[in-house]
């Protein structure tokens, strides 16, 4: 099958003719050739844009809610036909993927309700004759780079609000899931956004990236993956001083105390650890557990773990499905043998495993080591896979000087039914987002994003808003 790019509302192919192949990576059966756009195409969506900016912010808030609503709408009637396609081009399991069309949905859902609650403000000034106002304006042309983890909602997590506020947008997804992002810039269109509101190119991403930074007229980029390649947005943007969001590499901990529900912790590890097959970034890496209840936890979550059942996520009660590429394989597996060679124990899983015949070798078996020290890769590093390391802690200064010892600061999570430690460890706790007896956080009217090297700017809830909006102040003197 050959997809199109869409570029000022049409499809069209990449200038050079140009496609590469997008494969399903639980079999590596090719699904579809793709346009390897660049630098010249990046050019126009800019342009396309750019043009269609001034009479999209001008749209009554209404027409910009009601489109967005329609969208929200049109992705839900295709819940089936978008989870169908995800889980094929990520591997994520079917009932992983639906739950991501319904969050995707969410965003877009919730960023519609914003729209026209875009308040500005009067301040009282210090004199009778002038009155200080407060406008909040769209940024202008804005783009998305988003991540493979999350085909669709983080794409939607970003178009959303960048709609609702009345800029422009061009949307990057992964080399590895643009069939996604596709589809959902064809329900774009079906909704009514007039053209060039919403462009969306595949290729290079580092041709692409580039183009969007060397453009004066990009006044904002967003973008979702690693820490590293945030930190080279981050010089890039220096050029024009381009506005960046960056939710960038997480590295959860995931805290037990001796007085938490112990059935709700292990439901909230299994969702939090093995979700996307630990392929997200706010997956808990490092497991802390009070000394008291160790073994009882790794029982516990082996029993739990058992029950996962590993294959391609289109068959069904699948909850573990392969790995986007070799390239994940190799780092779980780097990871596992250096926890072994420093002490680490392995309780559960370790390698690769073959559901069945024809299948891709990515598929990874859910994985508990013991015995997690600081010395290890899995202790400093984002596995991004479905491995779960786990260490004893005394005490609860000593749980949480653990879990901060790490640059990365996105999401945390801790279980206990001391409501007086609740708020002490939350506060204590050096992240963006705290799971309090929770494995599941996220949500689309809630602010989601980290800090230090997981990066800055809030998506989610109405503080995404902000990174859409320019602040004027209009001083009036009467
Ligand atoms: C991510 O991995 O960045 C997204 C996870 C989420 O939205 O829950």
């Known amino acids: 099958m050959q997809t199109l790019n869409l570029l000022n509302g049409e499809w069209v192919a990449a200038e050079s003719g140009e496609t590469f192949t997008v494969t399903n990576p639980a079999t590596d059966e090719p ?24 009479p999209w912010r001008k749209e009554p808030a209404a027409t910009r809610e ?8 049109l992705m839900l009637r295709d819940r089936e036909k978008l989870a169908q396609l995800m889980t094929r081009e990520q591997g994520k399991p079917l ?17 519609a309700g914003e729209a026209p609650r875009l308040y500005g403000e009067m301040i009282p000034a210090s004199s009778a004759d002038k009155r200080l106002l407060v406008l909040r304006q769209p940024v202008g042309v804005t783009a ?3 991540p493979w983890n999350f085909p669709a909602a983080m794409i939607t997590r970003k178009l959303g609000p960048a709609l609702a506020a009345g800029c422009t947008m061009i949307i990057k997804p992964a080399r590895q899931t643009p069939l996604t992002a596709l589809a959902i810039g064809a329900l774009t269109l079906e909704a009514g956004f007039p053209p060039g509101v919403v462009n969306l190119l595949t290729g290079d991403s580092t041709t692409i990236t580039k183009a969007l930074f060397d453009n004066p007229l990009v006044r904002k980029v967003s973008f979702t993956g690693s820490t590293e390649i945030g930190q080279l947005l981050i010089r890039q943007s220096a050029q024009h001083v381009t506005r960046l969001s960056l939710e960038l590499g997480g590295h959860a901990p995931f805290i037990v105390f001796d007085d938490a529900d112990l059935e709700a912790a292990i ?22 557990i009070h000394h008291s209840i160790h073994d009882t936890f790794v029982e516990m979550l082996q029993q739990a773990v058992s029950t996962l059942k590993v294959g391609p996520g289109w068959e069904e009660g699948v909850r573990i499905g392969p790995l986007i590429d070799d390239t994940a394989v190799i ?11 420093k002490g680490g124990k392995l309780c559960c899983g370790g390698s690769l495993v073959q559901p069945r015949d024809g299948l891709a070798r990515r598929f990874f078996a859910p994985t508990i080591i013991q015995n997690m020290n600081r010395e290890m890769l899995l202790f400093n590093e984002e596995t991004f896979g479905p491995v779960a390391p786990i260490q004893a802690f005394r005490t609860e200064e ?5 879990a901060n010892a790490s640059p990365y600061g996105l999401a945390a999570y801790f279980y206990t039914r001391d409501a007086s430690r609740l708020m002490r460890v939350a506060e204590a706790l050096d992240y963006g987002i705290i799971g309090a007896n929770d494995g599941a956080p996220s949500t689309p009217q809630a602010p989601f994003g980290g800090i230090k090297a997981s ?24």
């Open 31 to 54: 699904l579809a050739d793709v346009p390897r756009c660049g630098a010249l195409e990046t050019t126009r969506a800019i342009a396309s844009a750019q043009r269609a900016y001034t």
């Open 66 to 73: 009601r489109l967005l609503r329609q969208l929200a709408e």
């Open 95 to 111: 009932a992983e993927a639906r739950g991501e069309i319904d969050y995707a949905a969410g965003f877009i859902d919730w960023a």
């Open 144 to 146: 998305a780079i988003t």
């Open 267 to 288: 439901t909230g590890a299994i969702t939090t650890k093995y979700r996307n097959m630990g392929q997200t970034c706010i997956c808990a890496n490092r497991f802390f």
């Open 331 to 341: 780092k779980v597996k780097d990871h596992i043998q250096d926890a072994l060679n």
């Open 398 to 402: 000593e749980a949480v000087a653990l």
């Open 455 to 478: 990066g800055y700017g809030r998506e989610g809830g109405r503080y995404v808003m902000h990174e859409y909006t320019d602040i004027k102040y209009v001083s009036w003197k009467l």
